[in-house]
């Protein structure tokens, strides 16, 4: 059969809880068998499309796109008058897309999927996932005939039907197939044949070969078919394909049993719940001829059989896509001039913008003026840039994205460009980025070249707190047509694959949970692996091996792994267009209840979508705060720098810090930095690199960029850490391979740590362009392309005369440096809100850290906050009904200091409208009146009195528990509204009935008590340390603390103890797994490493175990840093099960054998190890 | 209807087809073609494992109905055989009363 089969309605496994296989790999089984074209036609959705189109390129296929939907009955009944009708399912059918009609009928599909969803102005729109998903068939037909589209598409389409509707076994036509009522099937059919525009219609045949009679058997396949024939319909056949080969089957089924929360067992009772049996797979041409063969044989005879291949081309040929022609493959689409404001000339508009730019920043009235060189470094570099966004088109785009970061500015939102944007002269000239690139040497092809075609990422960050607002100020500025959220695929992990696995097998919730609790980081596809290695998991193995649904859990665990499970919205990325933006993507409604795109960030190149990440970032959020603070707690320029001790040039007169123009050369933000007490700032808080800042000790803003660019995994693998501790403080002499690369690498000591640095030394030793220099950076690492750049490399340098053994070192650095390497204008960018927190911490650290109690942007709990408080003798001011707020306020307290006072927010369990309320009533002046006027509920009631927050209306009248046992006994009753003092008039001053009959005598909690409350309330424990309560245990086991830890020797042995704050477990490195465990003991923190026998002795305490007490031995980490590598660790709060100090082995004998001989060269490790960590996560979220 | 679960010999033609059977000591020569279809397994309780890469026959068998006459007693009877895809192996699963069945 020439061309092969084609199958015209496949699931992949973007229809989530329904697919089996990625698109890839059923192109590439199509491909495989010779079939010409493939179908993608995924449930409610185009989720898969894009994969599709890229894969069907791939393997020089057609592309054909359709979706499954659901159809809604046409009338419904309303539940009450003037409410919707209420719409019920009747079936669902197949739509395919016709092609090669100039994109019309793409755009009635993407157009039809989101009125599927309520989001094309059709049908009752409602909320996400409070609506049925799909269509009646009068909307079905007005998208087939073209009627809902832009006039523009609906000329350029023809008269020719735009859609063809395939009615399967899964429609009503087929339902009723399965039986014998043939008048039910006839009076079907001919309801679509009235509603669909003529040649819209077509029946799909399908048999899985099930059992003689039953659904998606072929007599089924045999009654449609007749009946299309009867009709005069065409019929095709199609294999309703969920998985590319048999083996998906079982997957498959497991996915059934997960969609129906069902067990496998329950379902195989109801048949008609799942696949009746493993047939659905991607079958071969040679197959689906046997197929149609025994359908046509039963049908009616050869001809059938034949008319029936002969249909299925003819359809798939109408729906063939040119990807370009059709879909706009791979065209940038940017918004139309008038929308951002420009009448002309994009490339004349954005170089006046730029004009303005320079006179703001350099020439302004109030800003030094450039020197002759720097203006004419300046402009070149300019003139530069223009002309490559010129050539490349993108004038438009840069508008684009500068008025969105000038609205945002416009709201008085912070916002910052992060990575590579900042190497742009025009993103900074536009107001984009706030790094100057030519001050911090940053290269603009590493951003954009002529070399590199595709829209280069912008993007913003912004205060997390309001980027719904941003969010929302977007979509009115540049209208709900060109504008749309991204959505991301949510995949299986370990935990949620295990889950599924177990309902599908039917295992009791709790052992499921058990089980799943103890996986930790780690792919759920190498499950069996994870079994043989990982200590925590050895009881779980043991079981395995000697029960056989267990054993199940494991492969099916496998299964699902990194299978899509549900769409969500971005967390950063909105989707810039035309207004031709709905026409090419799908969109349903989000979380937040703006549209989203069904396209995820792989999609948008592709398709030619702008997008642009803004990011929610609570560090933006909590420097706002702590500025806020520090205005309305000083009030003016003069008080804030007194407060503060620093200059008035960077201060509002109304007292608003201007962060952007704070000095970055304050000494003492650099001795706070170096001091490594860290906790708060951006950046440089984790354990990693607070050893890091400890052995670097930046002291010019560019060495926080170098900090933060070397804590990353590139410069940590190619060995630069090292090396550049050594050179920078004097160790070893700095060694550049050759004279000439001292330019480029002088900054860090002749060790090359950025990706700039890369693109110098290929420019001066190979003599090739920047934008050439970064497509070969990009190829180092690519075993395929690698070669071709050595090749290159060689040849170009030794034709400049450098001599084998400079090639052969340099060659050797490019190697290892691979494509790991940091950008520095990433590092750049991060710096500039990394030397900010660090700057308000050292100048205003109780309204910095008020600000990240509110916003919490770090990564230790909050808790670890209150502990750093403490540390710095900030007091902490307990919650009070009348001095708290809605918030965490500073303010002054009686000794003249600065304290927080804790937030009447954040207590568990109280709502948010209770919180308001109770704030709208301040002040109260009795117990009464909180009772009356404050609204709270009576657990709420209680919860705040246990946290003392009416002590001081009791007026020393009895205690906490007294006022809890009085709320609790007396319901709360509020005064009816007409009896409550309206707004601004005071309660008359009413002796306090409510104090005067509180029942005293309950015994007053213990401090510990008290510490258990708060920790269960706020999740803090502010009156006292946690680890208090444990004092008598800690003396008797004779632990040190933190504090004193640094005072003691390299490889003393040690017992401490504390709270969890941390937990890392970095990628293996060339072997076992190491676990980072920080915790915190009320004196600081201990950062304690579990090699693999330390993991295996303290298993059952690695992950969930709060309170631990580690035995281990010191190990020095630099001139202010220390750590302890563990050898055991044990649950504190198991009073009984704590070891006798005497009794201990020998730490030092155990820690002995499994350590380098070097200490220092251990410590090195770690903090590689460390870095590795904690750099791949950051990779991970900045992505 | 019986039901049965025992291993038999068949004879297969060229193009896969069953030809004939022998049961309980008497062979039995396929009249028509016999019908086949594929039904589902009770995977999940019947195996120890499911991983990844099995292939086919996990989830569903093949199960083939056929007429076919005693080479020596000369009855007709109706067979549903199981076959085990992956192991060749072939089962008769159900003995259908051969009367009843051409009355039907």
Known sequence: MKGGFVHLDVATAYSAHYGVSRPADLAAAAGADGQDALACTDRDGLYGAVKHLGACIEQGIDPILGVNLAILSGVGSPRRAGSPPRRHVIGRVVVLARGHRRGAGYAALCRLVSAAHGMDGVGDAGKAGARIVGVTRDVLADYASGRRLRPELRLAAGEEPLLTVLLGPESDVGQAAVGHDHRLLRRRLSAWRRALPEGALALAAVTHLNVPGSRLSTSHAVRITRAGRESGLPVVLTNAVRYAD????????????????????????????????????????????????????????????????????????????????????GLPVVPEARIIGIDGDPDRELKQRCEAGITRLYNGPALPRLGRADEAALRDRLEDELSVIAELGFAAYFLTVAEVAQLISDLGIRNAARGSGASSLVNYLLGISHVDPLKHDLIFERFLSRRRTTLPDIDIDVESAERHRVYREIFDRFGAERVTLMSMQNAYRARGAVRDAGLALGLEPERIDDIAKQLWRFSAGSFREALEEKPELARFAEQVSSHRQLDLLVDLTERLDRLPRHISMHPCGVILSDASLLDRTPVQASGLGLPMSQFDKHDMDPMGMIKLDVLGVRMQSAMAYAVAEIRRLHGSAGEVAAAGAHGTDYVHSDGTIMLEHIPQDDEATFELI?????????????????????????????????????????????????????????????????????????????????????????????????????????????????????????????????????????WETLRAFGSFGFCKAHGAAFAVPTYQSAWLKTHHPEAFLAGLWEHDPGMYPKRLLVAEARRLGIPILPLDVNESDVSYRVQRCDDGRLGIRLALSGVYGVSATEVRRLRAGQPYGSLSDVRERSGLRRVSLERYAALGAFDSLQRGRGNRADLVRHWGRNAAASVPARYQPIAGQLPLPLPDLELATLQLGAPAPTAEETVGTELDLLSLDVSAHLMDSHAGTLRRLGTTTAADLLGLRNGSEVLVAGIRVATQTPPMRGGRRVVFISIDDGTGCVDCTFFHEAQQASAPFLFGTRLLLIHGITRRTGPRGISVQAVQAWDLADAASLPDREELPDARQLARHRASPVPQLRAAERLDTLMEAEGLDNRVAAS | MGLFTQSLDVVLTEGGVLSALTWRGQRYDVLEEPLQWYERRKWWEEEQRAERGRGRGLVDHEIWRVQARGARDGDLRTFDLSHHVSSGRWRMIRLHDAVREEAA
């Open chain 1, 674 to 810: 170096r001091s490594t007490h860290t906790l708060g700032c951006f950046q440089i808080e984790s354990p990693g690199q607070r050893e890091l800042v400890g052995k670097l000790a930046p002291q010019r803003f560019n060495d926080l960029i170098i900090d933060i660019s070397l804590f990353r995994p590139g410069p940590m693998k190619s060995n630069m850490v090292k090396p550049y501790l050594e050179n920078r403080h004097g160790f070893a002499p700095e060694v550049y391979p050759h004279p000439d690369l001292r330019p480029a690498l002088a900054e860090t000591h002749g060790v090359t740590v950025f990706h700039e640095q890369i693109l110098r030394i290929l420019n001066v030793m190979t003599g090739c362009a920047y934008d050439e220099a970064d497509v070969l950076r990009r190829y180092l690492g690519n075993p395929d392309r690698e070669p071709e750049v050595e090749e290159f490399f060689r040849t170009e340098a030794t034709r400049k005369n450098y001599d084998r053994a400079v090639v052969d070192e340099v």
């Open chain 1, 246 to 329: 048999p083996d998906g089957a079982a997957t498959a089924d497991v996915l059934d049993a997960v969609r129906a929360a069902q067990p496998l067992q329950q379902l195989a009772e109801e048949q008609e719940a799942w696949q009746p049996n493993g047939q659905g797979w991607l079958k071969s041409t040679a197959s689906m001829i046997r197929v149609a063969q025994s359908v046509g044989q039963a049908a009616g005879g050869v001809e059938v059989a034949v008319d029936l291949l002969e249909q299925t081309r003819r359809i798939a040929d109408l729906s063939r896509l040119d990807p370009v022609a059709d879909v706009g493959w």
